[in-house]
């Protein structure tokens, strides 16, 4: 059973940074990519960023130049950091790993709160 385990998060303010880890039970190289999913109140979850098994990085437009997703895959951990954060990047950011049959794993969530 895959089990991926997060880190980080918390309240800062605007213009202030956070960093999110995400550390996996088996080999990140297993997956088809890892990465982050947020879901703020009463919204969608949204996809923020992924990396695919042969590195290439993905963003959502409203992060891209703020946040910046990198692994380490003797630690079986995947890292996200976000810089520059404003109020709406407030939610609940889930860690994921995916399969290519779109099978997903999800971690057990993390808040990140940015005060205006």
């Known amino acids: 059973q895959v089990q991926l385990e997060e880190f980080g998060g918390g309240l800062v303010r605007a213009g202030g940074s956070l960093g999110l880890s995400c550390t996996a039970s088996q080999n990140i190289f297993d997956f088809n990519a890892m990465g982050w999913y947020r879901q703020a109140p009463g919204k969608e979850r949204e996809l923020v960023a992924e990396i695919n098994v042969g590195g290439r990085k993905d963003y959502a437009d409203s992060v891209k130049g703020r946040f910046s997703i990198s692994r380490d895959g003797p630690k079986k951990t995947v890292y996200l950091r976000l810089d520059n954060l404003k109020p709406e990047d407030t939610g609940v950011y889930y860690c994921?790993?995916?399969?290519?049959?779109?099978?997903?794993?999800w971690g057990q969530g993390t808040q990140v709160t940015v005060s205006g």
């Open positions: 994921f790993a995916r399969i290519l049959s779109n099978r997903f794993w």
